[in-house]
């Protein structure tokens, strides 16, 4: 008899959100199984293998299997097993059994009364009289667990890619807005550059009747140049968000490479916006600006 119980994968997208569940239960002749996997956000690979103390000695072989699957996140795994017809060996505390006798004899003695047996009553309410073990076939309980491991596995890591192709959709939302605001830069760049230079000729003009040193009155136009064009920020943008799709639609792990290239995004966007004098362009920068947030918000959902 198998059950499971998981979101079946969308298919076709290499993103992988970091959050995902899956279950596993199987139940054979000789024995029961389930293995429950739980995946959450996490900026490393975190693995935890909950396992029956009878089976610890397994844990490290688990754990591997999990780490060749999944690369990051905190990843729980819940595993539950029971053998159908376990050998059990009962055992008696025999130096128990005997310090209890003597100590009975004494008792009588003292009291002046014939000893009596020790109630069977008596030394089955005791701890430890009696201990049992069960023995498990642990070639037969490995076997079983990699199986239903890797079944489980398969399970969550679809999950993953199914939370990943929403995650994707909405990651290239947020790039059609900043390739919006690229197009509103570009619209504008004339218009902007034509408003720079009447204030570089103000400028000019107002530094000539100052009669200010000829060096200082080069420095203010140099400093005024600087700002005379957004052509190159605009440029190295389009690049930018170039670089940033590919790495969405082809990486299978784009996490960390995202957050560096928004980084680099938004020191171009910061830099338009530091020369920008128009109304159309301030707008255009809020928007890119929210959009990168948004990017790296969810960017840190990615495995």
Known sequence: ET???????????????M??????????????????IKSYNSRYLDISIILPSFLNRLEAELKHLVHKTISRGK?????????????????INEPMISAYDEAFSALAKKMGRKKEKL???????????????????????????????????????????????HLQKELLAQISL????????????????????????????????????????????????MKYTIQEEIVRLKSHIEILKKEMLENSQPGKRIDFICQEIQREVNTIGSKNQIIEISQSVVQAKEALENIREQAKNIE
Not at 6 to 15: A, Q, R, T, V
Not at 122 to 140: A, G, M
Not at 184 to 204: G, T, W
Request: negative net charge; contains cysteine.
């Open 3 to 17: 059950r499971t119980c998981s979101k079946k994968p969308l298919g076709g997208h290499k993103m992988k959100s």
């Open 178 to 225: 900043l390739e919006e605001s690229v197009h509103i830069f570009e619209k504008n760049q004339k218009k902007m550059e034509a408003q720079l230079k009447q204030s570089i000729k103000e400028r000019y003009a107002e530094l000539v009747e100052s009669s200010i040193p000829e060096d200082k009155l080069m420095s203010e136009l140099a400093l005024l140049l």
């Open 75 to 91: 990843i729980e795994v819940f595993v539950r097993y029971k053998e159908m017809e376990p050998q059990i060996k009962v055992e």
């Open 119 to 165: 109630p069977m009553s008596f030394l089955l309410s005791l701890d430890s009289v009696l201990s049992n073990e069960k023995t498990i076939d642990i070639d037969l309980a490995k076997e079983s667990l990699e199986a239903v491991l890797q079944e489980a596995l398969e399970l969550c890591v679809a999950d993953k890619k199914r939370e990943g192709a």
């Open 19 to 36: 959050t995902a569940y899956a279950i596993v239960e199987k139940q054979t002749a000789k024995n029961a199984l389930s293995i429950e």
